[in-house]
């Protein structure tokens, strides 16, 4: 079945550092995909998404291409902010049907001054 | 309404005790998810409705989960004789998307802020 492989938290980084989350993916057919981020003491809310291969996300900063070749899907922002500390996932949805969202298991940032 | 909408954000029950997690999600969105979060971990699919017809039940995790969205709207995810591993926040989640042919578009969730059980 689908399933959705992200690096492992928490990462910690300082002000203005760059970020790289990695997030790989399996999947049969043309999965869409995502990253969420869930704030302290908020819900899930959609970052940015890409719908097919080489399609580029971006929202706030971050950016993630969508790579079929390798299969990925890797979150990136070349100067984090306090503000950025949150939980991040990475998602597909499957192509068919009611397309069913399959999430990673999150992977925290921690953002330092 | 203007988003998802959980109800309780917070309930404790003991073991052995029903409860019953409400879901309003946003007018007019066809899909409606409901989504267990465990600590530390990312959500796990329960259950899907397209209006009122439950078309995938596949991941609740045993017959003491039900839900139900009887006119299409407002869902209710009931537990029954709950257990310690039971303890979860459970996400609400709704889009505007109906089923489609292949990848017409992406599928966007709306999240609720959820409801954390814990159970004693």
């Known amino acids: 079945g689908d399933s959705v492989t992200q690096m492992e938290g928490p990462v910690t980084l300082s002000e203005e550092a760059f970020l790289t989350i990695n997030c790989t993916y399996t999947?049969?057919?043309?999965?869409?995909l995502f990253w969420y981020v869930q704030y302290p003491g908020e819900g899930l809310q959609l970052l940015l998404k890409a719908t097919k291969a080489d399609d580029k996300g971006s929202n706030k900063g971050f950016e993630a291409t969508y790579r079929k070749e390798t299969t990925s899907f890797h979150l990136e922002k070349g100067s984090v902010q306090v503000s950025d500390s949150a939980v991040y996932f990475c998602?597909?949805?499957?192509?068919?049907?009611?397309?069913?969202?399959?999430f990673g298991t999150g992977t925290k940032l921690q953002v330092i001054p | 309404g203007a988003g998802v909408s959980q109800s309780p954000r917070y309930k404790v029950a003991k073991r052995g005790q029903d409860v019953a997690l409400r879901c309003d999600p946003i007018?007019?969105?066809?899909?409606l998810f409901w989504y267990q979060q465990a600590l530390g971990q990312g959500p796990e699919f329960l259950t899907y409705?397209?209006?009122?017809?439950?078309?995938?039940k596949s991941g609740l995790p045993s017959d003491r989960f039900f839900a139900e969205r009887p006119e299409g709207s407002v869902s209710t995810l009931k537990i029954q004789r709950t257990q310690q591993e039971d303890s979860a926040v459970y996400l609400c989640?709704?889009?505007?998307?109906?089923?489609?042919?292949?990848?017409?578009?992406?599928?966007?969730?709306?999240f609720g802020a959820g409801s954390r059980l814990t159970v004693l």
């Open positions: 007018s007019g969105h066809v899909s």
């Open positions: 999947a049969t057919g043309y999965p869409s």
């Open positions: 989640a709704s889009s505007l998307r109906r089923p489609s042919g292949r990848n017409s578009g992406a599928n966007v969730l709306t």
């Open positions: 998602a597909l949805s499957n192509s068919g049907g009611y397309q069913k969202v399959t």
């Open positions: 409705f397209q209006n009122e017809a439950q078309l995938d």
